[in-house]
Nanobody
Framework: QVQLVESGGGLVQAGGSLRLSCAAS????????MGWYRQAPGKRRDLVAT???????KYADSVKGRFTISRDNAQNTVYLQMNSLKPEDTAVYYC???????????????WGQGTQVTVSS
């Protein structure tokens, strides 16, 4: 059993900052990719940022230069530092991990329960 537990969401004024954290626990052999997606009301879930085990990152165009993703491989934890927040960043943010539970298993996708980020104007 694998769990992804997020923390750090909340309410912030436009221009402010928040830091999200997500810790993976349970039966984990290796984690390939960790990242963050977000879903605003009435919209689809979209990629925000991802990071590989080697540290390669990918960002949505809308957050480049404002958000920074980082990862602690030893702690199976991923972070998202969000600066210069805008009202359009308001959404539920979901942690994501592609990982193998055991050496002989295929990698599967896992999701956290989501954390609300609200940016007021």
């Amino acid at each position: 059993q694998v769990q992804l537990v997020e923390s750090g969401g909340g309410l912030v004024q436009a221009g402010g900052s928040l830091r999200l954290s997500c810790a993976a626990s349970g039966s984990i052999f290796s984690i390939n990719v960790m990242g963050w997606y977000r879903q605003a009301p009435g919209k689809r879930r979209d990629l925000v940022a991802t990071i590989t085990s080697g540290g390669s990152t990918k960002y949505a165009d809308s957050v480049k230069g404002r958000f920074t993703i980082s990862r602690d491989n030893a702690q199976n934890t991923v972070y998202l530092q969000m600066n210069s927040l805008k009202p359009e960043d308001t959404a539920v943010y979901y942690c994501y991990a592609n990982l193998r539970s055991r050496p002989s298993y295929y990698a599967n996708d896992y999701w956290g329960q989501g954390t609300q980020v609200t940016v007021s104007s």
